[in-house]
């Protein structure tokens, strides 16, 4: 038998998916659990393993709060470091949904801090007792986000917050869970650090009864391609694959 091109390209793709591990369709790929729990997410989330050869994870300590950037373990990040901004009647830097029972904050990050090649991944997850009240939290979040503008400074407190930050932000979904992906250059006071720039992405996703974020920060040199949404996107499908 003499297939067509077409045919035998058809078979080939098939033939190398089959040999791929974690190869599957859309629709195998498309959320379809009713509901979620906090196990379920912890068995889900992104690791070290995930990040490759350099990256170590951890559970965040529950009693340690940073001074830097605290972020409540039952609130979502809208616009980073906003509240030590120069920005006039500055809103909150993060939305705390009510009912929202947080799964826990884990980080996966480079095994040595000089590596720069492994960025720095927190996630966390807030379950909800039922859909509506979820739906309900996404929408502060969304309205959270509406409000941060597109272009602040900071010019006081710890060095490694100092600078400007320029922010944008576009609606994303993936195997059918809905939010947003959010992205901010961070670069640093003249003098302070000329050769690195902050490139971060936070991918907060919505399904069913429950809210993901990731925060992936990492150093790009200046004048490089900011990619840090892209590499978040691929780190939560990782996460959302496992969680079904």
Known sequence: MIL?????????LAA?????????SAADDTASKPSYTADDVKAAYYTAKDAGEG??????????HSHTNYVPPSAIQTCPYVHRSDTPNAPSNVVQPVGGQPVGQFAVEP????DTSVPYVTQNALVFASTPIADNAM??????LAGCPGSYAVEGGPPIILGAYRVTSRPLEVFGWK???QQLAHTYPPGQDDIYYEDIAIVVLHRANLILYLDLTQKKIVGD??????QAKAAMEKALRRLG
């Open 179 to 181: 939010g947003y992906v």
């Open 225 to 230: 391609r900011a990619d840090s949404a892209d």
């Open 4 to 12: 067509s091109s077409r045919a035998a390209v058809a078979l080939a």
């Open 111 to 114: 095994a040595r801090a000089t």
């Open 16 to 24: 190398v998916c089959a040999a791929v591990t974690g190869c599957s």
């Open 55 to 64: 990256a170590r994870d951890y559970w965040y300590d529950r009693d340690f």
């Open 139 to 144: 929408k502060e979040v969304d309205a959270g």
